[in-house]
């Protein structure tokens, strides 16, 4: 029944469970309750092994029931189940020659569950069936707790105010009384939250949540109903950092204790509008990793779960493998917040393997992101061409044969999914033909599909530090649409037709086969345009392409394009243990360059014409303008240096920072770019039709699209088949030209590209802890980059680190500290550091929280009188500096 399966899929999905007849009416109750569940329910059909059937009951002539007067709609479906099962029974019986076939009926449900056992049917709860299968007893901690939200655990303390019913909030968020949001817990204070508020209202956007009972048991990405409080009791965000490291789950005078210390005196200008929880509308829990905190007790089975994210609260789980447990990653679902406990019930689920190892810690931030990387199902292979693969005269009916040109891809080395390739040549009229050619991944997948419906979920293809998750399947991303050398392929074409000044004098779009001439690295082409002895026809077109390159640069740069910096790392791995043996900045050449000008080039001139053409559903990207108070720390830190930086519109922007060089501090103008990059928002994909503000400020275009990367971002595909409908290449579909639906898609597409992010971002932080493992103590030059009232956070050049220094430890007196955020500056004792100040760090790794391993380092030069000081270099920061560029 659906109480069975909604909350009891952890249990579905364990491969013992096999044999099992799952009901239309369910199905659809599940698929309307919970989209996540219903998938992983369609998955578990789908497996051959696990012999999982759905049955149409309510198509079927025995089992369709209607419902009768006075019936609710549960009730019916309860009674259209029990009549499924009484019917299958029956029919397992006629058939001859068979063992007897025995029907059993799983329901959480107690009035279903009795009913059923009067009408002679063989019932069970989950529980009781799952314990019944005593040759696998670690069934039973995959058990979900299904005692209702409300229902406390016996004989505890009251701890949270009752969640108001759904209904009623739905009439006090109409009414005004409350307010509708998504609830964002902190990383650093358990005990503070912020709630966006829905809607285009500009006041209170962002309502502030501070103490555990106002909280009432909201879990980070819940969607919640909020009080305002009264003026007089709105607070300020809190300075403090807090963690919930206690042991006690019980002890709630020390919750109290902490709630105080959120609550000092803080300058009226400061606070905000401040809220309480009332209510939850929707629950967007997910299955969460982490570690077992093994319980003291002996022979205890209730133990406290700790998330690797440190916006999840614990949670308590039973388990009786809690000895093998320990020191092993592992994956837990949430169950329920009774309002008598401290923390959340839950099950234990999965043990993904030992802390600390590879493939486990690699696994868990593919999680932790939301990554889809499990292994490309049958049902999307089967999509895939038949091999041997070849162009067939069919193929070629809309296109144009390049094979002639002498085309080439630039990449980075051992790139095997080479998305363009580029060729430049003189034409009759001494003007200059250049094309940028990019992979035809649209003629293989095909709109709907198995594959497409892959690919759109996946949504972009995942780079970590060793290994790479495929948006779509090795076949076509490493061979068929890989535009490799000295092979056929189709490709979709931007030719141009310029003058030697870099001007557009035409334009045209063509599907097209191209034959690549050479598949090179950014530094064989280097090689190529500076050798005197190379004059190639290959050679004569990369030199052709790098000419035109800079000429385009300069007049984007001119228009008030912003070339910003971050210090982007490269690990160089052992050959055989796959251990980072290097950490090096990545070294860009001219010929990095010169690709991404012609990708830049193509991406506007498709981002117009799917626009002229499509004005109400081309799929484009942009990227807001930074409201003027995010530049606020980089004004400061140049003027400090005598510096001005306008930030009135992106070309000022830019001017400014071309102006801002130190003759005695050259390293002064990557670090104000640096800067900068963090004061910028993320560029987003959005629907033409659904908005009205389509620049790019970074790009400072008024339009821009991506057309140029089809085998790793399903939003080129898109692209793609826009403009094959524009040229008359390919036909249409509904979807393509439903605005709603392309504003939803760009929505996922922009969630998928932000965890991409972070998880590359968190992969570089796992590498980097294991590059510093074996280095023991390592003394490197540092910058200050910010100031804070107790700390600076300094960016260490050589290995593109970013850690914060605090000056204050636990248990040890604190030095006198003086913080002018007007210079910015902050006095240690009698030592003054200053923004962009260079000092010396000694930098090691501190592995006494197995989960929560970090970077430490110490203050070596200047030396700061009476004071140790000691450097956390928190992966929040690090992530940002790592990535900190915008993804155009």
């Excluded at 949504?459 to 050398?485: A, F, H, Q, W």
Aim: hydrophobic share 35%.
């Amino acid at each position: 029944s659906l109480h069975s399966s909604l909350p009891q899929i952890d249990i579905l999905e364990h491969p013992v469970i096999k044999n099992v007849i799952v009901l239309q009416t369910v199905l659809q109750e599940v698929r309307h309750r919970s989209a996540p569940v219903y998938k992983r329910i369609r998955d578990v059909i789908q497996n051959p092994e696990k012999h999982f059937y759905s049955f149409t009951n309510e198509h079927h002539r025995e089992t369709y029931i209607e419902q009768k007067r006075g019936e609710t709609s549960n009730d019916r479906n309860d009674r259209a189940i029990r009549v499924a099962v009484k019917w299958y029974n029956e029919h397992l019986r006629k058939i001859e020659d068979e063992e007897n076939i025995q029907v059993i009926f799983l329901t959480n449900d107690r009035t279903n569950k009795e009913k059923a056992v009067e009408e002679g049917i063989t019932a069970y709860t989950c529980e009781e069936y799952i314990k019944s299968l005593t040759a696998n007893p670690e069934l039973v901690d995959r058990l979900a707790c299904v005692t209702d939200e409300g229902k406390e655990i016996e004989g505890g303390k009251i701890i949270f105010p009752e969640h108001i019913p759904l209904s009623k909030l739905q009439q006090g968020i109409k009414s005004g009384i409350y307010l509708q949001g998504t609830y964002r817990a902190s990383r650093e204070n358990y005990l503070e939250a912020t709630v966006w508020v829905h809607g285009d209202a500009e006041e209170n956007k962002e309502i502030i949540v501070q103490g555990l009972k106002n909280l009432n048991r909201a879990i980070h990405e819940d969607i919640v109903a909020v009080e305002l409080l009264a003026k007089d009791e709105w607070v300020a965000p809190s300075s403090v950092v807090l963690q919930d490291d206690g042991h006690n789950e019980e002890d709630i005078e020390n919750e109290e204790e902490k709630e105080n210390i959120l609550k000092t005196s803080v300058d009226k200008d400061m606070l905000r509008p401040t809220g309480r929880v009332v209510g939850i509308i929707k629950r967007n829990w997910r299955p969460y990793c982490g570690m077992l905190s093994k319980s003291q007790i002996k022979e205890a089975r209730r133990h406290l779960f700790t998330p690797a994210d440190r916006r999840i609260p614990r949670i308590r789980i039973e388990t009786r493998q809690a000895d093998t447990l320990e020191g092993q990653r592992i994956i837990v679902a949430i169950d329920g917040w009774p309002r008598n406990s401290r923390y959340p019930n839950g099950h234990f689920v999965k043990n993904l393997g030992s802390a600390g190892d590879k493939e486990t810690e690699t696994e868990v931030l593919l999680l932790e992101h939301d990554v889809p990387h499990q292994a490309f199902s049958q049902a999307v292979l089967s999509f895939l061409p038949k091999m041997p693969w070849s162009i067939t005269e069919e193929d070629m009916k809309h296109r144009e044969d390049l094979r002639h040109l002498n085309v080439c891809s630039v990449d980075p080395p051992g790139c095997t999914d080479i998305d363009d390739a580029l060729h430049c040549r003189e034409i009759g009229n001494g003007n200059l033909e250049v094309g940028v050619h990019i992979a035809d991944v649209s003629h293989f997948i095909r709109p709907g599909n198995a594959l497409d419906e892959e690919s759109v979920n996946r949504g972009t293809t995942v780079y970590l530090c060793e290994k790479r998750i495929d948006m779509v399947p090795e076949l076509l991303s490493s061979n068929l649409c890989s535009l490799r050398s000295n092979v056929d392929r189709l490709a979709f074409s931007c030719i141009w037709e310029m003058n030697h000044k870099a001007e557009i004098l035409k334009t045209r779009f063509t599907k097209s086969v191209i034959n690549s001439k050479a598949s090179l690295t950014y530094a064989e082409a280097q090689m190529r345009i500076d050798s005197a002895s190379m004059n190639d026809e290959i050679t004569t077109s990369l030199r052709g392409l790098n000419k035109l390159a800079k000429i385009l640069k300069k007049r984007r740069i001119d228009n008030g394009a912003l070339t910003l910096a971050s210090p982007e790392v490269r690990f160089h791995m052992d050959s055989e243990t796959h251990d980072p043996i290097d950490l090096q900045t990545k070294e860009l050449k001219e010929t990095n360059s010169m690709v991404e000008e012609f990708m830049l080039l193509a991406n506007i001139s498709v981002a117009q014409k799917i626009y002229d053409e499509f004005p109400e559903f081309a799929l484009l990207r942009k990227h807001p303008a930074p409201p003027p108070s995010n530049y606020d720390i980089l004004v400061k830190a140049a003027k400090s240096k005598n510096l001005e930086i306008k930030t009135d519109s992106a070309k000022a922007l830019a001017e400014s920072l071309d102006k801002a060089e130190s003759p005695t501090f050259p390293y002064l103008n990557t670090l104000l770019r640096i800067l900068t990059t963090r004061c910028m928002m993320q560029a987003v994909y959005f629907c033409s039709g659904m908005d009205n503000d389509f620049h790019h400020y970074g790009l400072a275009s008024p339009i821009y699209t991506h057309f140029t990367s089809p085998i790793r971002r399903y939003a080129d595909i898109i692209v793609h088949r826009l403009l094959a409908v524009a040229i008359g290449a390919d036909s249409t579909y509904p979807e393509l030209t439903d605005k709603h639906k392309l504003a939803e898609m760009c929505k996922n597409l922009n969630y998928r590209h932000k965890m991409a992010q972070y998880a590359q971002r968190a992969s570089v932080a796992f590498h980097t802890q294991l590059f510093f493992k074996t280095k023991g103590v390592v003394n490197e030059d540092a910058y200050i980059l910010f100031v804070r009232k107790n700390a600076i956070v300094v960016l260490i050049p050589k290995y593109g680190l970013e850690g914060t220094v605090f000056f204050e430890e636990k248990d040890k007196p604190t030095p006198k500290l003086e913080y002018n955020s007007e210079v910015p500056s902050l006095t240690v004792e009698d030592t003054t550091l200053h923004v962009f100040d260079k000092v010396k760090v000694n930098i090691m790794l501190d592995d006494s929280n197995i989960q929560h391993q970090k970077m430490r380092m110490v203050l070596v030069e200047p030396k700061v009188r009476h004071q140790i000081v000691r450097t956390i270099l928190s992966f929040s920061n690090l992530k940002k500096s790592l990535c900190g560029k915008i993804e155009i």
